[in-house]
């Protein structure tokens, strides 16, 4: 177990959520969105759903197209609810 996964577990767990840097033109701040697939109520397709998320990524590491996952944490400003955990894949 990790001593991340530790420090969630014993403070609560926290909604941890991985998609991809849409917006890195703000200072510690990126925008990611989140994909994700659903079936439609009434006709069973599966359909393409997605969110933007503000994060804060303090060391101004992650960049446009890179593959990052975001952990929830308390308010930072007033749209930022969560910050960057780790670079999961760089763009390429």
Known sequence: MSEEHAQAIERG??????GVVVSDK????????????VRHALYGK????S????????ANDAH???TVRV???RPTS????WRVVEIVERAK
Do not use: F, P, Q, Y
């Not at 599966?46 to 759903?49: F, L, P, Y």
């Not at 969110?51 to 303090?58: I, N, P, T, V, Y």
């Open 26 to 37: 703000m200072d510690k701040t990126v925008v990611v969105r989140i994909d994700r697939h």
């Open 71 to 73: 952990m929830e944490t």
């Open 64 to 66: 446009l197209g890179d």
């Open 51 to 58: 969110s933007k998320l503000s994060a804060h990524d303090e």
């Open 13 to 18: 767990a926290r909604k941890v959520r991985t």
């Open 78 to 81: 007033k749209s930022k609810r």
């Open 46 to 49: 599966t359909v393409r759903r």
